[in-house]
């Protein structure tokens, strides 16, 4: 009886999996001119793990009727989609990912993780849809490069959703590694990826830390305040020029292999926030930056826009045993508060095939 069983087994066809990982973004020198109001913008950020990680089952074709099936394993949702028929009703990012592939016809299950808190402020949402539509676009004839996979995941927000978008998170999700991102006109950017030497790069990694600040980033009231100056026809946008100078002053310091200089424009960057609006860089915020600075930290960072919650990038000392003396005493300060294991990461988007 056990070798029919295992014939039978042996004659079911393989479940074909899609699998696809992109990273998030610390550390964005130069955010806010990623902008269609900046014009023209440059940032450096770095792509880190925790990745976000989508996997699609695909269902045979002998379906009677097309059906996706949405598995947001974070929240604990799993529900079907009408492919004929999308709504963004319960997670429109996802929806909107799906809708815009235009994939009727098809059966299939998509499951989608993270590590990262959502609302973290570090481009976790753009790495979800990167990694989403990496694999949908397996479903499709041809294929997209990691570019068109990005510049797809911001219609997505744009276009699709009516959201207020830069562009940097989602081509630092397809493209990894350290960027530095030249926007030439809005939304159209060249990417870089700078080269450093193995020893920069693992002592960046042993010494940037990630401090999420316990809440998701909520802010919205902030950033269109900002935004509705910024955008007006006179409106003064000399703070976007130093926030500029911050991105191409980080990826000079770090060509450079100089970690007090990276550290210096990190500081820069985040006092220029400050200027644009003081609640962009939040009381809690201060409050880790100052005890970060008692440890001995040479620079910070506010991750993304700013605002409450979201998380800061902390450019530790030199010394581990003052980075595990800060995140002891950032646990005192605050319970919610807490230190995300992250590190550096050498590829973008990435996305292969398996069965079982």
């Not at 960027?179 to 030497?197: G, H, N, R, T």
């Not at 001995?296 to 030199?318: E, F, Q, Y």
């Not at 005192?332 to 590829?347: E, H, K, V, W």
Request: with cysteine; glycine share 8%; charged share 20%.
């Amino acid at each position: 009886m056990k070798k029919a069983s295992s014939a039978r087994n042996s004659q079911q066809p393989a479940k074909r999996i899609i699998n696809a990982v992109a990273p998030i973004r610390i550390c964005d020198l130069g955010g806010w001119t990623d902008t269609w109001f900046a014009e023209t913008g440059s940032v450096c950020n770095i792509g880190v793990y925790p990745y976000a990680e989508v996997q699609i089952y695909v269902w045979p074709s002998t379906k009677r009727r097309s059906e996706i099936v949405i598995n947001a394993e974070n929240f604990g949702d799993r529900y079907a989609i009408d492919p004929e028929n999308i709504v963004y009703d319960r997670h429109p990012l996802l929806e909107a990912s799906i809708d815009i592939l235009n994939l009727k016809g098809l059966s299939f299950e998509v499951n989608l993780f993270s590590q990262a808190p959502a609302g973290c402020s570090t481009g976790t949402s753009a790495a979800v849809s990167v990694a989403l539509l990496g694999a949908l676009d397996m479903l499709t004839p041809g294929r997209r490069t990691p570019h068109e996979i990005a510049e797809l995941a911001h219609r997505v927000e744009t276009e699709k959703l009516g959201l207020q978008c830069g562009i940097q998170d989602q081509l630092c999700s397809a493209y990894g590694g350290i960027c530095f991102i030249e926007m030439f006109k809005y939304p159209y950017a060249s990417v870089s990826q700078l080269a450093v030497s193995n020893s920069f790069w693992w002592e960046l990694e042993r010494r940037l830390m990630l401090v999420f600040l316990g809440k998701s980033h909520s802010s919205s009231a902030t950033h269109k305040e900002v935004i509705r100056r910024l955008e007006s026809p006179d409106a003064d946008k000399s703070v976007l020029n130093k926030l500029r100078r911050a991105a191409h002053a980080g990826k000079n310091a770090l060509y450079a292999e100089d970690v007090r200089a990276f550290g210096k424009a990190m500081i820069e960057n985040t006092d220029a926030q400050a200027e644009l609006h003081p609640a962009l860089v939040s009381k809690e915020a201060h409050r880790v930056i100052e005890l970060a600075k008692a440890h001995g930290a040479v620079g910070w960072k506010v991750n993304g826009a700013g605002g409450d919650g979201g998380s800061l990038t902390i450019l530790g000392p030199a010394e581990r045993e003052r980075q595990r003396a800060f995140a002891a005493e950032l646990q005192q300060m605050d319970t919610c508060f807490r230190i995300i294991p992250i590190y550096l990461s050498r590829m973008g988007l990435r996305r292969w095939e398996s069965y079982a």
